[in-house]
């Protein structure tokens, strides 16, 4: 009888070993330990940049925290975002910018750094139980990372080329206004070009 008994354990473990294991998806328990992560990693920011590191920080321009970044990048989507919602709601003008010492600013870029991973979550379920938007969503984040990169590269390749014919004295492409340039005058310099070689 034991043998029996040995023989069915290994037939039951035989069986459920070709079975999917569904381990449960606990949306609340995840939600809230992600933001309790999260949570814990803003309080010791604030603690770091706020009181431990504040006199250096602020002596430092060249040292750059979240918060720095986010105000320096006028151009990025953050900052775009976070002026749009105060001068919509009156608590910005147009032509203001934002000052990393304020409090307004500095209780602006938490609560949007708060808001995005609040929203950067709610996809996690869906992603747990779909495949398919599980890997459309690493495509996107792929293609958006080679975008993100290739335009970097592109800027700063663009930039430092300039900075070649700078050195030189010449002008550079980026001082040339194109639209001001007719046919003729591209045709001439083309021409001049071609007689100096």
Not at 19 to 41: A, D, G, I, K
Not at 95 to 118: H, I, N, P
Not at 157 to 177: A, H, M, P, Q
């Amino acid at each position: 009888s034991s043998g029996d008994a040995s023989s069915r354990d290994s037939s039951s473990s035989s069986s459920s070993s070709s079975e999917p294991v569904v381990v449960p998806f606990h949306v609340v328990r995840v939600y809230l330990l992600s933001l309790l992560m999260y949570t814990l990693w803003q309080v010791l920011y604030i603690a770091k940049t706020e009181w431990l590191d504040r006199d250096y920080i602020r002596n430092s321009p060249s040292e750059f925290t979240s918060l720095r970044w986010m105000v320096k990048d006028s151009r990025g989507a953050m900052y775009r975002l976070c002026k749009s919602f105060l001068v919509s709601w009156k608590l910005m003008r147009k032509d203001e910018e934002f000052d990393e010492s304020s409090l307004r600013t500095k209780l602006t870029f938490w609560g949007a750094q708060l808001a995005y991973t609040v929203l950067t979550l709610l996809p996690v379920a869906f992603m747990w139980w779909s495949q398919r938007f599980h890997l459309f969503c690493l495509l996107a984040m792929y293609v958006t990372a080679v975008y993100n990169g290739a335009s970097y590269y592109i800027e700063i390749f663009s930039r430092r080329y300039n900075l070649k014919f700078d050195e030189d004295g010449d002008v550079t492409v980026s001082e040339i206004d194109v639209d001001d340039l007719d046919d003729d005058d591209l045709d001439d310099d083309l021409d001049d070009d071609l007689d100096d070689d």
